[in-house]
């Protein structure tokens, strides 16, 4: 069975979480280092694991603005899906509204009573895991 990837692509880190083979459950995987800024996008290393890992899909994270307009994060998430669909051509790319996600992640990590340095370390690992299950949960997922 294939799994799913969930990415939350910053400009210096990426979270990296993926689903379980019957894509019910989201697991934080890794933080990549990146450079968006010098085009160093980790794109080895997710080919790397999509091929090590089954995968059919890649849900990647779309910071919309609350207004459901997109800014400057977003372009540059829109932008990697296209670097990424272009890398790894046989990989469904996915954007996921991703609002709140590194919200929610962080709420979590706090009420999990985790420290503020350790939290600093998995922040996008486990927003990746909140786009990623946010994706999942959703009814349709097959029909987007």
């Known amino acids: 069975m294939s799994k799913t990837l969930g990415l939350d692509v910053g400009t210096k880190t990426m979270g990296v979480a993926i689903s379980d083979a019957f894509g019910w459950t989201a697991q934080g995987l890794t933080t990549l280092k990146i450079d968006y800024h010098d085009e160093k996008y980790g794109l080895e290393e997710l080919s790397k694991i999509v091929d090590d890992n089954n995968?059919?899909?890649i849900v990647v994270g779309l910071p919309k603005n609350m207004n459901n307009s997109i800014g400057e994060s977003g372009e540059r998430s829109l932008n990697f899906s296209e670097i990424l669909?272009?890398?790894i051509p046989n990989?469904?790319?996915?954007m996921w509204d991703e609002?709140?996600?590194t919200?929610?992640?962080?709420r979590?990590?706090?009420e999990a009573d985790v420290s503020r340095k350790k939290r600093k370390a998995v922040i996008?690992?486990?927003?990746a895991v909140f786009i990623l299950q946010g994706y999942?949960?959703?009814p349709n997922k097959g029909e987007l």
């Open 99 to 101: 609002r709140l996600s």
């Open 85 to 87: 669909a272009n890398h």
């Open 103 to 106: 919200v929610g992640a962080e």
């Open 91 to 94: 990989v469904k790319i996915i």
């Open 136 to 138: 999942l949960d959703q």
């Open 55 to 57: 995968v059919s899909a």
């Open 124 to 127: 996008d690992k486990m927003a």
């Open 108 to 110: 979590t990590l706090l």
